[in-house]
């Protein structure tokens, strides 16, 4: 993957978290999932006064794809912050993922699939499935 590409990702990323739902972590968190068909989807986190009905933006990006049938996946971008930082597209640390969305990645992706976590368009770092899921189970692998 090439760098515009990594580097339109993290925008597409930094552009959800103004449209995180966070009302009560206040930590907004945006993702953008490129597929092998070349359509990016975009994702961030919807909390609930249930937590465990929130959802991660890392899956709502998954989820929006594989529900219009997408199953192919090459590399996610993702990015969070407290709300003022994400409103300013200054992000102080690096947002990874957690080890659910970590199985959803396992569950469609292969373990070359590519993991973008990023501070800004210039700092970010990147990872790949089993590097981040040394071990993982089940899945397409």
């Known amino acids: 993957m090439n760098e515009q590409i990594e580097k339109e990702l993290i925008q597409k990323a930094m552009e959800m978290t103004k449209l995180s739902y966070a009302p009560y972590s206040g930590y907004h968190v945006g993702a953008a999932l490129l597929a092998t068909n070349g359509v990016i989807y975009t994702g961030c986190n919807i909390e609930n006064a249930s937590y465990g009905a929130t ?39 690096y947002a990874y993922p957690c080890g659910i969305c970590r199985q959803v ?16 368009m210039e700092d970010y770092q990147k990872y790949t499935l089993s590097e981040l899921l040394p071990f993982g189970f089940g899945g397409i692998q």
Do not use: W
């Open 105 to 120: 990645m396992q569950e469609f992706c292969k373990k070359d699939f590519r993991i973008i976590v990023a501070k800004s």
């Open 55 to 93: 959802n991660c933006a890392e899956r709502t990006a998954f989820f929006k794809a594989v529900s219009e049938g997408v199953k192919d996946f090459e590399a996610i971008a993702i990015v969070g912050a407290p709300a003022d930082e994400a409103a300013e597209n200054t992000f102080s640390e």
